[in-house]
RNA sequence: GGCGCCAUGGCCAAGUGGUAAGGCACGGGUCUGCAAAACCCUGAUCGGCGGUUCGAAUCCGCCUGGCGCCUCCA
């Protein structure tokens, strides 16, 4: 593999690309702040886990052993409040949407993560933070809440940016008598009457939303971790009360080196988001066999852009998918020599060194895979144009196999996907195709047509090449 | 009101000091019984104004337009 270049990451805490160095030589300790699972995930949601997931495929590509952990949010308000609408218990939902965020996101070929903490299975480690940080004076106890003192962490506000004055001058913020700053945020709530609870030295309640992470980083990455992501509305307050918590908790700074976050993924003029109710579900996509070309799309834009879904963007990406598959495809028909193949076929070494450097350079600077994917199609176009000339070269299948590999990387898979899908009329499909062939070779051209267009009405294009026909899946 | 981001060919989208990646669409070709696929050719001086510089899409200022966060949110 060739040399790779320095990575360099963006991090939201500096507002600049800094080289990547891990706390363990080798080792990644990589958090990403999963979902509330009382919904079905939508395709910001979908956006997300694909750009955690290159990056993550990525760095492993790079040599790290990354360990990957990401939480579910399985208890909050909402959870509560659709659990009683359905009329099943808070962990019936739950569990229902866990099973479905998995088997979406495996759908969307995302790598499993190393561990999926929920929040309601980590209950000891949490109270034992919320214990340290009243100890040390970062908390204090109301009524059977408990809240983060948010004055006593100086450095308050440094993620997004922010002094705590200005953040008054919001005023959006609802004034609770009982804290001793509106901007104090709540650890632990004590339950109402019919909530899930737990026991805690102040009260039968639940943790509050930010500290789940900071314990799950504590007990499943050691506390201090390497690369800290979610989407860019998580910077404020949920990324920034997890700093205060679990620095002011450690003692130590930083409790995360990398601060990732991925642009929100826009529908229209506005932010795709449960809240505004004009979410489109990953689900829907998968189940119309867009799940690679929602992947090329995410690629085709930077990780840190916002990015505006659209039908229309779905559907060139899935026209230049089908362009890399052409060329990542096996069966290639070669053909009789051609004056110029031998030139074009040689040519093509150097554009495959060519490609793999500029691969690297692009994902070595901040996951820029735009850069990268511009590499791949240059040289899938370079492989058709040989192709084109009827010549199956070692050079060619070799300038094939990188476009595979380094496609791989991104989470792309482009070899034949036709046959699989087409399932069990594949044999058949074989069979009309061979017979067409011989009508095709009697001039029997109505025939052959016939044939043809009932296979494109049944979703199966046939195309006809010097050495016979092919088909796959439209 | 505060903090921040963005504005590149018809659409999407990279590039952040040396004279504009890539994808899709359109048009013209090659190939082909036809079709499809593939390939080839064709298109932008980078929102506006001013400044810095030998040189700016790329740095600075102002203006216009759009977006995000400040409240649950990937």
Same mark, same amino acid.
Request: charged share 25%; net charge negative; proline share 5%.
């Given at each position: 593999? @060739?040399? +790779? ?74 959870? $509560? ?10 962990? %019936? ?59 006593? /962490? ?16 919001? %005023? ?12 104090? /945020?709540?650890?632990?709530?004590? %339950? ?18 930010? $500290? ?14 390497? *690369?800290? !992501?979610?989407?860019?509305?998580? *910077? /404020? ?44 579900? *990953? ?7 867009? !799940? ?43 053909? @009789? ?27 070595? +600077? ?55 899908? %087409?399932?069990?009329?594949?044999? /058949? ?30 979703? $199966? ?14």
């Amino acid at each position: 593999m @060739a040399v +790779d270049a320095p990575l360099q990451v963006y991090n939201t805490l500096t507002r600049r690309k800094e080289p990547f160095e891990t706390i363990e030589s080798g080792r990644v300790r990589m958090y990403v702040c999963g979902v509330t699972v009382y919904d079905s995930a939508h395709v910001g949601h979908g956006m997300s886990a694909i750009v955690f997931d290159v990056i993550r495929r990525y760095l492993e590509h790079r040599g790290y052993d990354v360990r990957h952990a990401q939480n579910f949010t399985d208890v909050d308000d909402k959870i $509560i409040l659709r659990a009683h609408r359905e009329g099943i218990t808070p962990d %019936a939902l739950t569990e229902r949407l866990i099973d479905e965020w998995l088997a979406d996101t495996d759908a969307l070929g995302i790598q499993r993560a190393t561990v999926y903490p929920r929040a309601t299975q980590e209950i000891g480690p949490i109270v034992a933070m919320i214990e340290g940080l009243i100890e040390r004076g970062h908390a204090y106890p109301v009524d059977g809440d408990v809240y983060f003192r948010v004055r006593s /962490f100086s450095d308050y506000g440094k993620l997004s940016h922010r002094q705590l004055d200005d953040l008054l001058s919001g %005023a959006r913020i609802e004034v609770d008598e009982r804290k001793e700053d509106p901007l104090d /945020f709540a650890l632990w709530k004590a %339950a109402k009457p019919g909530e899930p609870s737990w026991e805690s030295p102040w009260s039968a309640g639940r943790p509050g939303w930010h $500290i789940e992470c900071s314990a799950m980083c504590s007990t499943h990455l050691n506390g201090v971790v390497d *690369i800290h !992501g979610g989407g860019a509305d998580l *910077i /404020f307050p949920h990324h920034e009360n997890e700093i205060a918590q679990s620095e002011a908790f450690l003692g130590q700074e930083p409790f995360a080196r990398y601060w990732i976050h991925n642009g929100l993924l826009r529908l229209g003029d506005e932010k795709m988001s449960k809240s505004l109710g004009n979410m489109v579900r *990953i689900r829907e996509i998968l189940d119309r066999g867009l !799940g690679p070309a929602f992947r090329l799309m995410v690629l085709q834009s930077h990780y840190r852009a916002p990015l505006t879904f659209s039908e229309e963007g779905l559907q060139a990406a899935e026209r230049g998918l089908a362009r890399l598959r052409t060329a990542a495809s096996d069966a290639a028909s070669p053909l @009789a020599s051609e004056d110029n193949a031998e030139t074009a076929s040689t040519d093509i070494l150097p554009l495959v060194a060519e490609t793999q450097s500029r691969f690297h350079a692009a994902m070595a +600077d901040d996951f820029d895979t735009p850069g990268a994917v511009a590499a791949l199609f240059d040289l899938g176009r370079a492989i058709n144009r040989v192709r084109g000339t009827g010549v199956a070269s070692p050079e060619v299948e070799a300038a094939r196999v990188t476009l595979v590999e380094l496609a791989g990387i991104l989470g792309l898979t482009l070899e034949d996907v036709a046959v699989p899908l %087409a399932g069990d009329a594949a044999p /058949f499909i074989d069979l009309l195709v061979r017979v067409r062939d011989d009508l095709r070779a009697a001039k029997q051209w109505a025939l052959a047509d016939t044939i043809r267009d009932g296979l494109v009405a049944q979703g $199966i294009a046939v195309e006809d090449g010097p050495t016979g026909s092919t088909w796959r899946r439209a």
